[in-house]
């Protein structure tokens, strides 16, 4: 299976386009298109999924059991399928956010503590 995505240990972090699909979902069941505008729209423009990644990305949710099938209708003569979080994929999701935030929070406090020595940028000092 995929490293990096939901099969590994809980401990290794998610990677980013599975962090965003899983938060995606967090409000609610979505289909396909809708995961991937939300994805792109929470990243910025940074994460554009094609349907291959999104799709593969979900199947792999699916198998590490962080995310199921919510149901399918059809649309337009196409059909359609839902997906939700889990259970396991609600806290999976909030022990990786939890985990990031607290790596941004330590970066933080180190990047005051450079400031308050005087140093302005990599290498550089104030006189």
């Avoid at 289909?31 to 940074?46: A, P």
Wanted: proline share 4%; hydrophobic share 40%; net charge neutral.
């Amino acid at each position: 299976m995929f490293l990096g995505m939901a099969s590994a240990p809980s401990s290794r972090p998610l990677q980013e386009p599975a962090f965003l699909i899983l938060s995606a979902l967090a409000t609610g069941p979505a289909h396909g298109y809708g995961i991937s505008k939300d994805v792109e729209q929470s990243s910025d423009g940074r994460v554009a999924l094609r349907a291959g990644t999104l799709y593969g990305a979900i199947d792999r949710l699916v198998a590490a059991g962080l995310v199921e099938v919510d149901h399918e209708e059809v649309v337009d003569s196409r059909l359609r399928r839902y997906y939700r979080l889990t259970p396991d994929g609600g806290e999976r999701l909030a022990a990786e956010a939890l985990r990031a935030q607290a790596q941004a929070r330590r970066a933080l406090e180190r990047l005051d503590a450079r400031r308050s020595r005087g140093v302005i940028g990599l290498g550089e000092v104030t006189a």
